[in-house]
């Protein structure tokens, strides 16, 4: 989730206050009681930006596990690929899971895909996730805010909902 390294060499990012919507969505889950996992990503290369040893697989202090928190390490793409978190899941009844984190276009989109094809009610929280950009293979420039906006486009609807932190807190 932190991706310290591209946040290190200036990448421009989009959905600045993702950070401080990362926060409020886990004080209120914790104060209402509501199931809090967290998924670490930990590449097995040890060239890889996120190897357990790299600066890339650091969580940043605004999404760190508090006590007894559960945390799933992963080491593809997808939270539930390679992990227990689908049993997990259903070990608890839990049917409705909300998405944030880093980066909207690769791990949070995988999960949430992933998640409403396992059967779960996806809420994809569209402030608490951000995109970096990226020049495609046709070097064509992508802004952040473009690949963060196509990756809302394709998830609402199609894969669960898309909403803003202040929708998901009233609801």
Request: aromatic fraction near 6%.
């Amino acid at each position: 989730m932190a991706l310290a390294h591209e946040d290190a060499t200036g990448a421009v990012r989009s959905c600045p206050e993702a950070a401080d919507n990362i926060g409020r969505l886990l004080d209120e889950f914790r104060t209402k009681g509501d199931k809090v996992i967290h998924v670490h990503h930990h590449g097995l290369d040890p060239e890889d930006p996120f190897h357990v040893d790299a600066p890339g697989a650091a969580v940043q202090p605004f999404a760190a596990p508090r006590g007894d928190e559960a945390v799933i390490i992963k080491h593809v793409s997808s939270a539930f690929a390679g992990t227990s978190l689908e049993a997990d899941l259903r070990a608890e009844n839990i049917e409705r899971v909300v998405i944030c984190g880093a980066t909207a276009n690769h791990c949070a989109e995988s999960a949430a895909r992933s998640a409403s094809s396992l059967g779960f009610e996806m809420v994809y929280a569209s402030d608490a996730v951000w995109a970096y950009e990226a020049i495609g293979p046709d070097g064509v420039s992508h802004s952040a805010e473009q690949i963060h906006s196509v990756t809302l486009a394709n998830l609402h609807g199609e894969f669960g909902a898309v909403h803003s932190t202040d929708t998901i807190l009233n609801a």
